[in-house]
């Protein structure tokens, strides 16, 4: 069984930093990747970023620059700088198979991943 489990939300000021962490713990079968979405309230699930078993990563255009994802064997991480109020989210770390389009990885969609953590909350005031 996979188990998906987040940690790291706070609160914080805006221009703070933040680092999640996310460990998948159990069997895929198959190469897979690992991703971070967030939700704010009354919004739909959005990626944030996403990184795949040769490393390659692809991040949503409002986070690049600012976020990194990494991985350090069964952790995820995502390091979140210069955060903003639009920041604030519960945020989501995802495991799936991983989405590959003509320009090569991508986060995907909510539907891409079959396996969901509870979430972990960030907020950023201003």
């Known amino acids: 069984q996979v188990q998906v489990v987040e940690s790291g939300g706070d609160s914080v000021q805006a221009g703070g930093s933040l680092r999640l962490a996310c460990e998948v713990s159990?069997?895929?079968?198959?190469?897979?990747?690992v991703a971070w979405f967030r939700q704010a309230p009354g919004q739909g699930r959005e990626g944030v970023a996403a990184?795949?078993?040769?490393?390659s990563t692809n991040y949503a255009n409002s986070v690049k620059g600012r976020f990194t994802i990494s991985q350090d064997n069964a952790i995820l991480y995502l390091q979140m700088s210069s955060l903003k109020p639009e920041d604030t989210a519960m945020y989501y770390c995802?495991?799936?198979?991983?989405?590959?389009?003509?320009?090569?990885?991508?986060?995907?969609?909510?539907?891409?991943?079959?396996?969901w953590g509870q979430g972990t909350q960030v907020t950023v005031s201003s």
């Open positions: 995802a495991a799936g198979a991983g989405v590959y389009k003509d320009y090569g990885f991508d986060i995907g969609s909510e539907g891409d991943y079959g396996y």
């Open positions: 159990g069997r895929i079968i198959g190469t897979y990747c």
């Open positions: 990184i795949d078993s040769d490393g």
